[in-house]
């Protein structure tokens, strides 16, 4: 059985800084954006690689058209994670 990957995207607070990524592990990895851990993180799987580089290119009112159409009050979700 393969990895699970997960393309996400965190956001500082309502409309700020957006980071998008990828992770085998969103609880690990929204721990460390929380703390700032780590500067960076890539992987290799090559579907989850491509919708992140996809996001990546999109503009700014595109990313927080879909963060809204998920999450329409800027939820912090890292807490239903665990």
């Given at each position: 059985?393969g990895r699970?990957?997960?393309?996400?995207?965190?956001?500082?607070?309502?409309?700020?800084?957006?980071?998008?990524?990828?992770?085998?592990?969103?609880?690990?990895?929204?721990?460390?954006?929380?703390?700032?851990?780590?500067?960076?993180?890539?992987?290799?799987?090559?579907?989850?690689?491509?919708r992140e580089?996809?996001?990546?290119?999109?503009?700014?009112?595109?990313?927080?058209?879909?963060i809204e159409?998920?999450?329409?009050?800027?939820?912090?979700?890292?807490?239903?994670?665990?």
């Open positions: 059985m699970q990957f997960y393309v996400y995207i965190l956001a500082s607070r309502k409309h700020g800084t957006l980071y998008i990524g990828i992770t085998n592990d969103l609880i690990r990895r929204v721990h460390e954006h929380k703390l700032k851990l780590v500067r960076g993180f890539s992987a290799r799987p090559a579907s989850a690689i491509m580089k996809q996001l990546k290119k999109w503009r700014r009112d595109w990313k927080i058209e879909l159409s998920q999450n329409p009050g800027w939820v912090d979700l890292s807490a239903t994670l665990t």
